[in-house]
């Protein structure tokens, strides 16, 4: 990091010293280190004395230079109301520094004899620092444990700690008292206890994985209500990604109640949702959006509509990168905890640097958790509560799947030349009548964006009603279950509703948009949710995320999804659980609690993903009777042991008291439910393996999860499910689960069969390349602790991640030697072979750095796999295009294909440095001395500058 880049990026270094620097006078790094501290330190509003002329008087904190004690000077002692309270232990701005190293001599001093200060108490809080890193350590901590700081603390900051009784973390360790449980679903109660418990320990960072319908944000404030109240918590911020889901969580801590007291959530607490720069100083709880709290914090105006996209679909572009700064209005210390709510990939890249900017305990909520956010927060999951957990529970309800594909839909279409069509405006849907140019072929995949066919949308939603009417809810008398349709884009969404008002022969009641472009949005959505219309609503990602709609029974993708956690998201609009008189009071004709949604695809949106959750009903088309006599004569197998399962929980929630009274006579006792769960719950891999497990202890056999095998788990999990099939055995209770069907359900759902795992190739072939990719996934899994090249995406903080060539060597080593057998060229295949349609440059020759590619999208971080040069290039382009417009001059010819050589040696080797230009392609062209000559002094900032954006 160089002097020229700090001040380029606007970082808070003294400019003293880039000035002294910039004429051509030596700076040591030490002085470097002394006036970064100096600054950040003012910043903070402390007042820089040295020993001859101190003067405590001059502000509320003061703090002196080398201030001596029994053993040495100290580089800084901090005052705080006149009284020493800290020390700061300043190093040489040299990259690297490992202030950990250094906390002993920190010690040393805050234990030392004071010149002049009468009390020998050590001091409590301990700062180390260099020109690039602050640590620090509060010595009143239980096990006090250092942590790094963006930014020092203002002196207030310190003076109010002194003044308690205890810290915070002292206070979680010692001082929360036992959860109330009456008013909590076991899930939310190991949610909270498990928080609580982690951060006892002063763990950093918590997940706690919910499944969507579980209650997330019931339990979030549950948490945030017991921080405040029990562990004094000055202050918490409540992170979202839409202004929609931030308006949803005030809500919900409007409308919540304590455990403990009468009054409401906000009749105790200050909760304010932040729609300026200025957080209000009484303010608890502070809900916001992550991109205006960067916006704040990287002193950027906010565009008011970028907090109305989910940042699952918006990716940053390099006109909006900004770093960070601290901001005396809203210091470092501001939150003692952040709560992120669902922002998925948004905390991983620029957004980060929100979370590195506070000094605060991070609190993860998700239901699509992946690799990276286990990364992210440490592997610390407080909390897991699948949703194939919820669905056994009762508290989500699970799904099928139609699937509806159109001539068009899947092969395109072609218009010919000459040919009278209408051109649409797309901004404002104005129509001209004119002459195709030339021929126009376009795929499915340019449907609604370059090609509008408004008979496909027609054929599309004539379909879909059809199969509701007389195959997905038949009994409903032509009632349209409330459903909603997922669209490409905001014109795409208003042809849907033309069509469907036309389809359905209804009014503007009956259809609506629900997209940040309309100006009633949350009134429609509040119609959607609570009133008979609208039955249908049509959105791009308003509500895709987050937002409760409990009717909905059905939903439509009429657009595709490159992201698995947010195409889960989007699904999960459909689980939400609802009793016969909720569901009955938006739709008069539904008969009974809502017990199953299905999800209509019209895209091919399931065959384009690996979801991570699946319905639980895997034939469909199977009568009851059928899978009760399959499972009686011996089937075993998942899809009919797991069908079973769900059919009978679905089931038990239609029948009446005397039905169920009648079949757990003829089951000894247990309950149609129950008989449900146990088939579920015996193909819990996890409880296979402690079966597996506990039956080698009682043999006497010295046995891990590792080291079974594979006969003794499949020996565990026969004998599960064999126990969880017994009951089925007595024909008399297979007659009274038919007998009670037969009295309540009046249709059986009709799908059509699962073709997910067929992409063109041979079953044989694919079969093997999904096992390559599995096992690529498992050893990435079993051996993050060991491959330093996957910290390179999420551990560090933003702006000083490193990926080295060493790295992925070590990676490419242990992947490629037997018994792996994983080479960069056999994954490649693989993927191609599985995922033809996210796979580029299948038929190029790898090289090395190919293995980022491979990891990125192995582990989610990309939605498509291209050669690592190719992302190189894109990058170097917008670089340099940038580059030459902060210049006000293009580089010369010469210079750019210089530039364009380190380009490619970053390409083959993930970054360059001085020591590279003795390598052939730069040796040849003159090396480091015509390099130098070309860029002079800017040499050592354009390579920091390349290897930040090509690579990070």
């Given amino acids: 990091m160089t002097l020229d880049w700090l001040h380029h990026r606007g970082h808070p270094f003294t400019l003293t010293v880039w000035h002294s620097a910039r004429k051509g006078h030596r700076v040591t790094p030490e002085a470097k280190a002394r006036q970064y501290i100096d600054e950040r330190l003012q910043q903070a509003g402390w007042v820089i004395q040295d020993m001859k002329e101190f003067n405590l008087s001059a502000g509320v904190g003061v703090a002196i230079r080398e201030y001596p004690t029994d053993s040495g000077p100290a580089d800084y002692v901090l005052f705080v109301g006149r009284e020493a309270v800290g020390v700061i232990e300043a190093k040489k701005d040299t990259a690297g520094e490992n202030l950990t190293a250094t906390e002993s001599q920190t010690e040393r001093y805050a234990a030392s004899s004071l010149k002049w200060r009468k009390d020998d108490t050590p001091l409590r809080f301990l700062f180390e620092a260099t020109g690039q890193v602050i640590r620090f350590t509060d010595n009143a901590d239980p096990l006090p444990r250092s942590r790094e700081l963006f930014h020092f603390f203002k002196p207030e900051t310190l003076q109010g700690w002194l003044r308690q009784a205890q810290t915070l973390r002292r206070r979680l360790a010692e001082q929360m008292p036992a959860l109330p449980t009456s008013k909590l679903r076991d899930c939310q109660i190991s949610a909270v206890t498990g928080l609580e418990k982690s951060l006892a320990q002063n763990k950093p960072r918590a997940l706690v994985h919910m499944a969507t319908g579980a209650g997330k944000t019931f339990t979030a404030i549950t948490a945030v209500y017991r921080l405040l109240k029990f562990a004094g918590a000055k202050r918490i911020l409540f992170l979202v990604d839409t202004r929609n889901l931030g308006k949803q969580a005030h809500q919900e801590f409007m409308a919540y109640t304590p455990p403990d007291d009468h009054r409401k959530f906000t009749e105790l607490y200050a909760v304010q949702q932040l729609a300026s720069p200025n957080i209000d100083p009484h303010a608890q709880v502070c809900i916001s959006t992550i991109q205006r709290m960067y916006a704040i914090l990287s002193g950027e105006p906010i565009d008011e509509s970028a907090e109305d996209m989910s940042l699952n679909e918006v990716q940053q572009t390099a006109k909006q990168e900004k770093f960070v700064r601290y901001n005396p209005a809203v210091p470092v210390e501001t939150f003692d905890f952040i709560v992120i709510d669902e922002c998925h990939r948004s905390i991983y890249n620029l957004w980060k640097q929100v979370l590195d900017y506070f000094d605060a305990k991070l609190i993860g909520l998700t239901a699509t958790p992946d690799k990276r956010t286990y990364g992210f927060f440490n592997e610390n999951i407080v909390a897991e509560y699948t949703y194939e957990q919820s669905v056994v529970d009762g508290v989500n309800v699970g799904y099928d799947v139609w699937e509806i594909e159109t001539e068009v839909t899947r092969k395109g279409a072609e218009l010919k030349a000459r040919e009278w069509v209408d051109h649409r405006d797309r901004a404002t849907r104005k129509k001209r009548w004119a002459e195709v140019d030339e021929d126009v072929v376009y795929s499915g995949k340019e449907l609604d964006r370059s090609v509008v066919n408004p008979s496909q949308i027609r054929q599309v939603i004539q379909a879909m009603k059809t199969a509701v009417e007389t195959q997905i809810f038949p009994a409903r008398d032509n009632e349209v279950p409330k459903t909603l349709i997922f669209a490409k884009t905001d014109s795409h969404a208003d042809d849907i509703i033309n069509i469907v008002r036309e389809v359905y022969s209804q009014g503007n009641a009956f259809c609506r948009k629900v997209t940040y472009s309309e100006k009633d949005a949350d009134g429609v959505l509040a119609s959607f949710r609570n009133d008979y219309h609208p039955r249908i609503a049509v959105t791009v990602d308003m509500i895709a995320t987050g937002t409760d709609v409990k009717p909905l029974e059905v939903l439509l993708f009429m657009r595709d999804v490159r992201s698995r956690g947010y195409y889960e998201q989007m699904k999960g609009r459909g689980v939400r659980s609802l009793d016969a008189d909720g569901l009955k009071r938006v739709s008069g004709k539904a008969d009974g609690a809502k017990t199953r949604f299905v999800l209509i695809d019209a895209v091919g949106v399931e065959k384009s993903l690996k979801t991570e959750s699946r319905p639980l009903e895997k034939k469909p088309g199977v009568a009851l009777k ?92 026969a004998e599960r499910v064999a126990a969880a099939c017994e009951p089925f055995d007595a024909p008399q209770l297979r007659e009274e689960i038919e007998n009670a069907r037969r009295e309540r359900e009046q249709i059986i759902d009709h799908t059509n069969p699962d073709t997910l795992t067929f992409s063109g190739f041979s079953q044989q072939a694919e079969a093997q390349a999904r096992a390559t990719i599995q096992q690529f996934a498992d050893t990435l899994q079993q051996h993050k602790d060991e491959i330093a090249a996957l910290g390179f995406f999420y551990q560090q903080p933003y702006q000083r991640r490193a990926l080295t060539f060493d790295m992925l060597e070590a990676l490419h080593e242990h992947l490629s030697k037997p018994p792996l057998m994983l080479t960069s060229e056999r994954l490649w295949s693989a993927y191609a072979r599985v995922q033809a349609a996210q796979v580029k440059g299948a038929d190029r020759k790898r090289q090395l750095t190919d293995l980022v590619s491979l990891v990125r999208f192995a582990l989610g971080l990309d939605g498509e796999l291209k050669p690592f040069a190719d992302e190189v290039d894109r990058r170097f382009q917008a670089w340099i295009f940038r580059h030459n417009a902060q210049r006000g001059t293009s580089f010369t010819p010469e210079q750019t294909d210089w530039l364009r050589s380190m380009k490619d040696h970053i390409a083959s080797s993930c970054s360059i440095s001085r020591d590279d230009f003795d390598y052939a392609e730069l040796a040849d062209k003159g090396g480091l001395q015509k390099a130098w000559g070309l860029f002079g002094t800017e040499l050592d900032t354009l390579m920091n500058e390349m290897n930040m954006e090509l690579v990070a």
């Fill in 626 to 717: 059928d899978l009760l006599q399959g499972v009686a004569m011996g089937s075993r197998d998942d899809d009919t042991v797991l069908s079973l399962g769900n059919r009978l929980i679905r089931l038990a929630k239609q029948l009446d008291a005397k039905a169920q009274a009648r079949i757990a006579q003829a089951s000894q006792g247990i309950p149609v439910a129950e008989l449900g769960k146990g088939l579920i719950s015996a193909l819990n891999p996890d409880a296979i393996i402690e079966t597996a497990l506990a039956t080698a202890k009682a043999q006497g056999i010295s046995r891990s999860e590792d080291t079974l095998l594979p006969e003794e788990i499949a020996t565990a999990r």
